[in-house]
């Protein structure tokens, strides 16, 4: 039985982490979940949000990940997100328009066609601050 399994991140910009890992916890669409080795297996959609991963030898690292898909087939957890963001790295120029998302997420016009963009970027700022 397998005590790790290969984790592979990528986005547009290309691959963003590629590790050997233990264990892994990231958010879904649907909430958090957590993958061991021999998961079944799974394809579904990444939230935005932090994902925490264990290291065989019990290290264990973060990055922020946002939107796209997740798929785990023979020990190996392949994640194609939207964009990642790694601790002690600052915050991204859209932190400068906070104010403005805030205010259009505060009026709660879901049909405002910024309404939900708004929502999953300061998702990600959130999950940004929280790691540095």
């Known amino acids: 039985m397998a ?5 592979s991140v990528v986005t547009p910009q290309g691959e963003a982490l590629k590790e050997s890992v233990a264990s892994v916890t990231l958010p879904s669409a649907m909430g ?3 993958i061991l080795p ?11 949000g932090i ?10 690292r973060k990055i922020v ?4 898909l997740i798929q785990f087939s023979n020990n190996k957890l392949s994640i194609t997100a939207d964009t990642t963001d790694l601790p002690g790295k600052g915050l991204p120029a859209i932190s400068l328009k906070r104010p ?11 049909l405002n066609p910024e309404f939900d963009r708004a929502k999953k970027v300061i998702a990600r700022l959130d999950a940004i601050q929280s790691l540095n």
């Open 38 to 48: 021999n998961h079944c297996e799974f394809v579904g959609l990444l939230g935005t």
């Open 3 to 7: 005590e790790t399994f290969e984790l």
């Open 51 to 60: 994902l925490e991963y264990s290291k065989a030898s019990g290290e264990n």
């Open 65 to 68: 990940v946002s939107e796209g």
């Open 32 to 34: 958090e979940i957590g």
């Open 100 to 110: 403005e998302l805030e205010k259009i997420v505060t009026e709660g016009n879901t």
